[in-house]
Nanobody
């Protein structure tokens, strides 16, 4: 499966943005999906994940209550709705797919993901 993340740009602190991750090559419905982010000089970190069946989600503590991950298998797309954005949310965001060992588990470890998109970058200005 090939993944393409888009939706990045520049947004003011407190604003909102929605990232999308479109899949091609295979149906997204067989994969659990996740979002990760990376800033210069730091390790890539987990942001959010959603299970293959959409029934479970998982979030990093730093984004709980502000970000929402969702999926539309009919459109082969996963979304990351981000509200109340902070400058520390500035990063390159990557979407990833895992082979969904369990249909109702949202995985948070990078090693559990086999496929990665190229990333989309956005900046939150203060």
């Amino acid at each position: 499966v090939q993944l393409q993340a888009f939706g990045g740009g520049l947004v003011q602190a407190g604003g909102s943005l929605r990232l999308s991750c479109a899949a091609s090559g295979r149906t997204l419905s067989i994969y659990g999906m996740g979002w990760f982010r990376q800033t210069p000089g730091k390790e890539r970190e987990f942001v959010a994940a959603i299970s293959r069946n959409g029934g479970s989600t998982n979030y990093a503590d730093s984004v709980k209550g502000r970000l929402t991950i969702s999926r539309d298998n009919a459109k082969n797309t996963v979304y990351l709705q981000m509200n109340s954005l902070k400058p520390e949310d500035t990063a390159v965001y990557y979407c990833a797919a895992n082979p969904a060992y369990s249909s109702n588990t949202a995985y948070s470890r990078q090693w559990q993901y086999d496929y990665w998109g190229q990333g989309t970058e956005f900046t939150v200005s203060s």
